[in-house]
Nanobody, 122 residues
Framework: QVQLVESGGGLVQAGGSLRLSCAASGGSFRAYIMGWFRQAPGKEREFVGDIWRAGAITHYADSVKGRFTISRDNAQNTVYLQMNRLKPEDTAVYYC???????????????WGQGTQVTVSS
């Protein structure tokens, strides 16, 4: 089991940027595929992207492709989500997750953080 804590959320104007961090502890971080998901009010949790163990492979949802970048620092047990050109529709609680399968299904991840709120104003 690994414990995950997200940080870096906040309020930003449309077109701005934010970088989220997710710090892991209590497990072998480099063994996990790390995912980012988000959940807007009244909507289901949706996949944002994932990054594989060594950091060389990433996948993104079409809605964020070209604007968001996921990276990881295995020495610091941390995964990042750099969000650029933010839009009001990006407003959601953002969660990081750790799993051994990866991909866009929430069920593929065994460990979740508590989430961090991102609000994009128009």
């Amino acid at each position: 089991q690994v414990q995950l804590v997200e940080s870096g959320g906040g309020l930003v104007q449309a077109g701005g940027s934010l970088r989220l961090s997710c710090a892991a502890s209590g497990g072998s971080f480099r063994a996990y595929i790390m995912g980012w998901f988000r959940q807007a009010p009244g909507k289901e949790r949706e996949f944002v992207g994932d990054i594989w163990r060594a950091g060389a492979i990433t996948h993104y949802a079409d809605s964020v492709k070209g604007r968001f970048t996921i990276s990881r620092d295995n020495a610091q047990n941390t995964v990042y989500l750099q969000m650029n050109r933010l839009k009001p529709e990006d407003t959601a609680v953002y969660y990081c997750a750790a799993g051994h399968v990866g991909g866009d299904r929430t069920g593929a991840y065994e460990n979740w953080g508590q989430g961090t709120q991102v609000t994009v104003s128009s």
